[in-house]
């Protein structure tokens, strides 16, 4: 049994380690949904996500400029202490701490080994996808099933519906085996604009969760099998000038999700600053998933084109 109470800070044991309440704090400057979730996914038993075993594939953690009664947020977990099942490491994660959290002298803590990842670390909007997958995972949510259906996509077995997947944001069907939107990139580049905000993903107001708006605010851009894609940031800008360029994008961006893999189920780069644009970046695979979007009342204009190489 959970007890919420204000008890200094944002905190919470990992798993269930008391007998009878357990205490989660949840004090003034917590209480958005974001954090709430991340305290209870810890009570649930997620760690955070730069503790994985594989995080040094993926960050750096620059401890000099972490003080040393808080070094333990950021210990590497034992090979036997941190069964990931499958999903792969996310810098979005809601588990995940931001690139200066705990510094101890405004120096950055994490560095992320691929840079253009720095403003997806340490959202507190929402739990991810990939969040719900691993806590789906690491109680059998769907082992009361009879039969398991095959997911495809990253998609994962519904716990409510035996005969449906849970789908990411770029699939959908039964089996989350049809691409939402797809934009098929051969020769010449294409180019997506959103020049107003009825295109865009909007972030409502409410619990700080998205909301989708528009047709086109999300989208598969797909390569030939075998080739890559360059995406490069034309422009990117928001009423109101730099005023909505903070750190982690909470207000306008562009998302891109790239995987390896081509796995479109983490959350992506992202990108909101003036700075930004002519930037550009070559994928991991042929796929990349992007997502446009901006708070209310923000009116949003961007161009991406992308090209295969």
Known sequence: QLQFH?????????????????LISIDTGCDNIGIISHEVSHALGLDHTQNRKDRDAYVTINTGNVPTGQLHNFAKLADDKNNNFGVEYEYGSDMHYGAYDFSSNGQIVITAKDADYVNTMGQRKL??????????ALYECSAHCPKQISCQNGGYPSPKDCNA??????YTGTNCQTPKMALEITSPAKTVYHQDYNAALYMSNNNYNWEMF???????IRAPEGKKIRVTINKVYAAYGQL?????????GLEFVDSASGDLSSMGKIFCCTKDQNYSF??????????AYASPGMPFDAAVTYSVV
């Open 6 to 22: 204000r008890g200094g800070g944002c905190w919470s044991y990992v798993g269930n380690a008391v007998s009878g309440k357990q």
């Open 214 to 220: 528009g047709k086109d605010a999300v989208k598969i």
């Open 244 to 252: 909505h360029c903070y750190l982690g994008c909470p207000f306008v």
């Open 127 to 136: 739990l991810t996808f990939n969040d719900y997958r691993l806590l789906n």
């Open 282 to 291: 070559v994928s991991k695979s042929n796929l990349i998933g992007y997502k």
């Open 165 to 170: 997947c849970v789908c990411n944001d770029f």
